[in-house]
């Protein structure tokens, strides 16, 4: 059973504008959430994290909110590039575990 | 830097074979992971290792086995190839989370992509 779920398999944006691409999970012992970012015929590569006890961190362009009661959270890009085509995955873990559990993926587009 | 190497960008194999797929990391992790990628299902945990000769299933072990003699690579053995394992698999490292205070990242492999014909 799907654990971390992304329900749009794929999002087109205009260069400039803001991407937001959605994440839902159904274990409350969640606490800890991280975005990857994977292009073609490449290894996913780590792009933000957020823990349980924050509803926002920010790095650059890429902020990641979280809503705990809604069990979801949301990756924004501004403004988006053509450089951010890619899928993006989320995932979810807590502390005493050791793996994470991935959702489907998002592929985004960007265009120029 | 850190790096996670797999041994194989492309691999075509035929049905019945016996599969390797090998991973080397550098960062002196103890955790290491073997994932599947497939369009509309992401990435499936197929097995993990939290240290040397220790191994657990993920969500997808049928089919595979794994190997951790040392602390540095974790193999994946396709003991029979079948064409439902042809797919992308990602090789993954990470510090236990209890040594790294909280769930760490994980550092990926290039990814290889395995055809069985």
């Known amino acids: 059973d799907q654990q971390v779920k992304q329900n749009s398999p794929s999002l087109s944006v205009q260069e400039g504008r803001i991407s937001i691409l959605n994440c839902d999970y159904t274990?409350?012992?969640?606490?800890?959430f991280l975005w990857y970012k994977k292009y073609p015929a490449e290894g996913p590569t780590f792009l933000i994290s957020?823990?349980?006890?924050?509803d926002k961190n920010e790095d650059g362009r890429f902020t990641v909110f979280l809503n705990k009661s809604a069990k979801h959270l949301s990756l924004h890009i501004v403004p988006s590039q053509p450089g951010d085509s890619a899928v993006y995955f989320c995932?979810?873990?807590?502390?005493?575990?050791?793996?994470?559990?991935f959702g489907t993926g998002t592929s985004l587009t960007v265009i120029p | 830097d850190v790096k996670v190497t797999q041994s194989s960008r492309y691999l075509v194999k035929r049905t019945g074979e016996k599969v390797f797929l090998e991973c080397v990391q550098d960062?002196?992790?103890?955790?290491m992971f073997w994932y599947r990628q497939d369009p509309g299902l992401g990435l499936r945990l197929i097995y993990f290792?939290?240290?040397?000769?220790?191994?657990e299933k993920g969500d997808i072990p049928e089919g595979y086995s794994v190997s951790r003699e040392k602390k540095e690579r974790f193999s994946l053995i396709l003991e029979s190839a079948s064409t439902n394992q042809t797919s992308m698999y990602l090789c993954?490292?990470?510090?236990?989370?209890?040594?790294?205070?909280?769930?760490?990242?994980?550092?990926f492999g290039p990814g290889t992509r395995l055809t069985v014909l």
């Open positions: 274990n409350s012992m969640f606490d800890y």
């Open positions: 995932a979810a873990s807590w502390k005493s575990g050791n793996q994470f559990y």
């Open positions: 290792s939290y240290d040397v000769k220790m191994k």
């Open positions: 993954a490292s990470s510090s236990p989370f209890q040594l790294a205070g909280g769930p760490d990242t994980q550092y």
């Open positions: 957020i823990s349980s006890i924050k």
């Open positions: 960062m002196d992790h103890e955790n």
